[in-house]
């Protein structure tokens, strides 16, 4: 199938959307219906799911009904109208059938049988609720976030990036020491499922590159502001996004069968995850103009030499070695690690959050490029063998 040439025009949007309705098993996002349910379903939680979470369920669901929030702004003694008014007003100009999806995704996650995922015990073999493709357990003082989607190599899926958030909000609060982010099967992960970007709400492609900067910008949010130490076990290799991410850990420990690839000028697309400013700072302009310009693929040994990877382990024996380091570490005082993580993060966060910001913005635009869109297409069209 041959895709598109010259400006991004009717051509290439139908042709998105031809491709798009062969892959769909969901265009038009949460029904009324769903919605509804979704708000019975929270009257019937069993658990008090926490306040962060009802201001997300507030916000959602004020968004949903009414639109962005346009009423005046409470004064700072009146604590809990303010809260309100804060996260409902976070959601900007978010579209009401997104912020309906939102909910809905929100208390399908809350409502699984596992309820919350910030309930993990220790030695515990917990899923996040919502769905299998982000399990978390915790154990030995270790909270480990694994992808889990190992027959499409662990891509990340619009309520992957949800459930994440959710999970290290919870890491966060949990009586764990660190915490680690790995993957299932032979992947860590390859990436932004980019089938993400044909989920067309009725607001069309512009609504979804809208939401998709929001969901990410939060995401990426929650990495700059984790508080405990967060280790990244790459078993695998990382295609995008689990690639950029990695200059927000506090340490990279890799399997030699890793390798590290950012083809965003090869998608049309942009660093993320801050990689922007963390890359040229941890391995020089030059070095980082290689990966994030021109897509060169880094092995695990070329990472570490570039000090994007803490260390490499033979695959052999990696999960092995990684793991009784990782319970050692975990033994050390979790105040101390806590807040000399701060000292070291503290002077940057302002700056890693403006830049995420930036990040965001420009990529919501490259989502509707040509560029994007052709490569997108193509993907999409060698999936289906077209
Ligand atoms: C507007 C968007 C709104 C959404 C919100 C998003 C907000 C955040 C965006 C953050 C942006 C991040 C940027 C990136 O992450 S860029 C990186 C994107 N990833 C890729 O380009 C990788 C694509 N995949 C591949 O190139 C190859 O699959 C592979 C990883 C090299 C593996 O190749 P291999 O031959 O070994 O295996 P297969 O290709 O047969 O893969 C097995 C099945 O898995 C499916 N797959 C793999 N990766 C992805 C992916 N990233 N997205 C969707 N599906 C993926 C693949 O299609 C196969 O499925 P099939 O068996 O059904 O055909």
């Given at each position: 199938?041959?895709?598109?040439?010259?400006r991004l025009g009717?051509p290439?949007?139908s042709?998105?959307?031809q491709?798009?309705q062969l892959?769909?098993?969901?265009?038009?996002?949460?029904?009324?219906e769903?919605?509804e349910n979704?708000?019975?379903?929270?009257?019937l939680?069993?658990?008090?799911p926490?306040?962060e979470?009802k201001l997300?369920l507030?916000?959602?669901?004020k968004?949903a009904?009414?639109?962005?929030?346009?009423i005046?702004?409470?004064?700072?003694f009146?604590?809990?109208?303010?809260?309100?008014?804060?996260a409902w007003?976070a959601?900007g100009?978010?579209?009401?059938?997104?912020?309906?999806?939102?909910y809905?995704?929100?208390?399908?996650?809350l409502?699984?049988p596992?309820?919350?995922?910030?309930?993990?015990e220790?030695?515990?073999?917990?899923?996040t609720?919502?769905?299998e493709d982000?399990v978390v357990t915790?154990e030995?003082?270790?909270t480990?976030?694994?992808f889990n989607r190992p027959?499409q190599?662990?891509?990340?899926?619009?309520?992957?990036y949800?459930?994440i958030?959710?999970?290290?909000e919870?890491?966060?609060?949990?009586?764990?020491?660190?915490t680690?982010i790995t993957?299932?099967?032979?992947?860590?992960?390859?990436?932004?499922?980019?089938?993400?970007?044909t989920?067309?709400?009725?607001?069309?492609?512009e609504?979804?590159?809208?939401?998709?900067?929001?969901l990410?910008?939060?995401?990426v949010?929650?990495?700059?502001d984790?508080?405990?130490?967060?280790?990244?076990?790459v078993?695998g290799?990382a295609?995008?996004?689990?690639?950029?991410?990695?200059?927000?850990?506090?340490?990279?420990y890799a399997s030699?069968?890793a390798?590290f690839?950012?083809p965003?000028s090869?998608?049309?697309?942009?660093a993320?995850?801050?990689s922007s400013?963390?890359f040229?700072?941890?391995m020089g302009?030059a070095?980082a103009?290689?990966?994030?310009?021109f897509?060169?693929?880094?092995?695990?040994?070329?990472?570490c030499a570039q000090g994007l990877?803490t260390?490499?382990f033979?695959?052999s024996?990696?999960?092995?070695?990684?793991?009784?380091?990782?319970?050692?570490y975990?033994?050390?005082p979790?105040n101390a690690?806590?807040?000399?993580?701060?000292l070291i993060r503290s002077?940057e966060?302002?700056?890693?959050?403006?830049i995420n910001?930036?990040?965001?913005?420009?990529?919501?635009g490259?989502?509707l490029s040509d560029e994007c869109?052709?490569a997108?297409?193509?993907?999409?069209s060698?999936?289906?063998?077209?």
């Open positions: 199938m041959a895709f598109v040439t010259g009717r290439l949007r042709s998105l959307l491709v798009v892959h769909l098993s969901r265009t038009m996002g949460a029904s009324q769903d919605f979704a708000m019975n379903q929270v009257k939680l069993k658990k008090d926490g306040n979470v997300k507030y916000a959602l669901y968004q009904t009414e639109g962005p929030c346009s005046p702004k409470p004064g700072v009146d604590f809990v109208n303010k809260a309100k008014w804060d007003n959601l100009s978010l579209p009401k059938e997104t912020a309906r999806q939102n809905v995704d929100l208390v399908s996650s409502s699984s596992s309820e919350s995922s910030s309930h993990v220790p030695g515990t073999d917990q899923k609720p919502g769905s982000v915790s030995d003082g270790i480990k976030i694994m027959a190599k662990n891509a990340i899926t619009t309520q992957m949800r459930e958030i959710l999970a290290l919870a890491a966060s609060k949990d009586n764990s020491t660190i680690v993957g299932n099967g032979d992947y860590y992960s390859s990436g932004n499922d980019l089938t993400n970007f989920k067309i709400p009725p607001g069309g492609i609504e979804v590159a809208k939401s998709g900067a929001v990410l910008r939060e995401f949010d929650c990495f700059i984790f508080p405990k130490p967060l280790i990244a076990v078993n290799p295609v995008g996004i689990p690639v950029t991410l990695l200059g927000l850990f506090d340490a990279v030699d069968r390798t690839h950012t965003f090869h998608l049309g697309q942009t993320e995850g801050c400013y963390t040229p700072k941890i302009p070095k103009t290689e990966m994030l310009i897509g060169k693929k880094l092995t695990a040994r070329e990472a990877v260390e490499v033979p695959e024996t990696f999960q092995k070695e990684v793991w009784a380091r990782l319970k050692a975990a033994k050390l979790p690690m806590k807040i000399s993580k701060e002077n966060k302002e700056k890693l959050h403006a910001a930036e990040e965001c913005t420009i990529l919501q490259r989502w869109m052709n997108i297409v193509n993907f999409l060698r999936k289906a063998k077209l």
